[in-house]
């Protein structure tokens, strides 16, 4: 895995009153990392980070960001272009081998992902144990985790072989498991994968067909699905990639560790941000009350933020919502939806929060999310679909990431320590005695 260099860098650390030399890394793009691993044992102290804003968890190359330029990159390549030019197979082959595929890579990569959509048909009872009205997250979470009671081929994460079996697996059957958590919740009947139809079509067909008539697809609405897949597929170290990385390190099989993404994910200040950010648009309901709520974001006292604003990492626009802007007008001119109120209201407080001292000074811009959800309502997803979408797409960047860690030969569990602040030592004190 060492692509990384020291150059003969180092840094110094003085503890007390000795001082501590620790190896510095260059890597080929981005900030120099310190390697304190040997910090605990040299200097009996530890590194303090919550949050980790400071803290490189791994080395990779996957995906690079560049916050303050507003800068994405999968394996290099800037994600206008793979959003412009490719698909979302290709990005996912990318992603998971580090080369664009060629002709022949591209064809057989489609085919062995297309010949796996279908899941075990006993998949449709394991449904059966859900209400009707449960948050299709809380769904995907449990028929994700379950995959592993099906596919007991593919859960031996030491076989190069089931590790990519499983990897194939997991993103030829997400979309249909996100389609039947749809159907479920709308009460409407399953409908199976058509290998006949491109990734983004098949999905859009199982969560729209009806046995009722000829599903008809739409071509800009499926190019605007594949596009949205893109740019939602990997996103470096966020916190649900963290979370699939820390559960993989401990051997656990890839469809709980996904399973585990899933679950941080559909947090609101992650992933859940896209159906916040829409319910947030419908709360402000209309351009002459952005003020008001403007006011309430830069409110210390007040817990409201703007959903789908703001970015651990992007401290300019991200890259991604502008592409997400471009893709909301196209689907709704192709739908014939004039004016949105929903997008006179998100245009209208981008305009005004980029204006806004405080956002200007926070570095506070739209991001991924701000877009999305104006985008998928118009294509008829239910809000409780919005992070669903966002797992689907993400799945190949989890993967990548779960991959390219146990293929690490440095993997070890990750098991991070604590600053302690509670009670010191103390004994034991009977019920009797305490009053
Ligand atoms: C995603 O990590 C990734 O890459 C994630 C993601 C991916 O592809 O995986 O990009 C996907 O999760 C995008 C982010 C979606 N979340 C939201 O849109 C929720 C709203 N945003 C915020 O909750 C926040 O901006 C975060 C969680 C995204 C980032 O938070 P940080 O980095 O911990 O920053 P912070 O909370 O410390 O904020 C810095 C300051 C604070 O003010 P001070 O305490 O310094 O005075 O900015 C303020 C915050 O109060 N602030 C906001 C704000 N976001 C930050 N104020 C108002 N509205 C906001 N949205």
Redesign the pocket.
């Known amino acids: 895995m060492d692509a990384k260099t020291t150059n003969n860098k180092s840094s110094t650390l003085t503890v007390g009153n000795k001082n501590y030399d620790f190896p510095v890394y260059e890597g080929t793009i981005g900030p120099d990392v310190v390697d304190i691993s040997k910090l605990y044992g040299q200097a009996g102290i530890f590194t303090y980070d919550p ?1 980790f ?1 400071s803290t490189a968890s791994c080395e990779s190359k996957i995906t690079y ?1 560049d916050g303050d330029e507003g800068i994405l990159l999968y394996r290099g390549y800037p994600i206008e272009q793979l959003a412009e030019h490719g698909d979302f197979l290709e990005t996912c082959y990318l992603l998971l081998y580090g080369e664009l595929p060629t002709p022949t890579q591209k064809a057989d990569f489609d085919y062995r992902v297309t010949r796996h959509t279908m899941v075990h048909e006993q998949m449709s009872r394991f449904f059966q144990g859900f209400r009707r009205d449960a948050h299709p997250m809380a769904v995907m979470c449990g028929s994700v985790g379950a995959l592993a009671a099906f596919y007991h081929d593919s859960t031996d994460i030491s076989d190069p072989q089931q590790r990519m079996i499983a990897s194939i697996r997991m993103i030829a059957k997400m979309p249909t498991l996100a389609a039947m958590a749809y159907k479920y919740n709308v009460g409407q009947p399953f409908v199976y994968p058509k290998n006949d139809l491109d990734y983004a079509t098949n999905f859009l067909r199982m969560c729209y067909a009806v046995p009722c008539e000829e599903y008809k697809p739409n071509p800009v609405l499926a190019r605007a699905m594949d596009r949205i897949f893109i740019l ?1 597929a ?8 963290s979370t699939v990385r820390l559960s993989g390190s401990s051997g656990a099989n890839p469809f709980a560790c996904i399973a585990a993404g899933i679950a941080c ?1 559909w947090g ?7 159906e ?2 829409l319910k947030m648009l419908g709360e402000i309901g209309s351009v002459d009350r952005i003020p008001e709520f403007i006011k309430r ?2 409110d ?1 006292n007040d817990p ?11 401290k300019n626009y ?1 890259p ?1 919502a502008r592409l997400m802007q471009k893709t909301c007008h196209e689907v709704l001119s192709e739908l014939g939806i004039k004016d949105d109120p929903l997008l006179d209201v998100a245009m209208e407080l981008e305009k005004i929060a980029l204006h806004d001292d ?2 200007i000074e ?1 570095k ?1 811009y739209p ?4 877009y999305s959800g104006i985008t998928l309502k118009a294509m008829g997803f239910p809000v409780s679909m919005f992070t669903v979408l ?1 797992a689907v797409a ?1 799945t190949v ?1 989890w993967i990548a990431q779960w991959k390219e860690m146990i293929e690490d030969p440095s993997q070890k569990i990750g098991r991070p320590r604590q600053l302690y602040t509670g009670a010191t030592q103390r004994d034991y004190a009977p019920i009797s005695r305490r009053k």
């Open positions: 949050g804003t960001i939602h990997d996103h470096e170290q966020n916190a649900s990639t994910l609101p200040a992650h992933g859940g941000a896209n916040a950010a974001a830069k210390k409201f933020r703007l959903m789908g604003f703001g970015h651990r990492v992007y991200d991604r405080y956002f926070k506070l991001n991924v999310d701000f966002f993400r960047g």
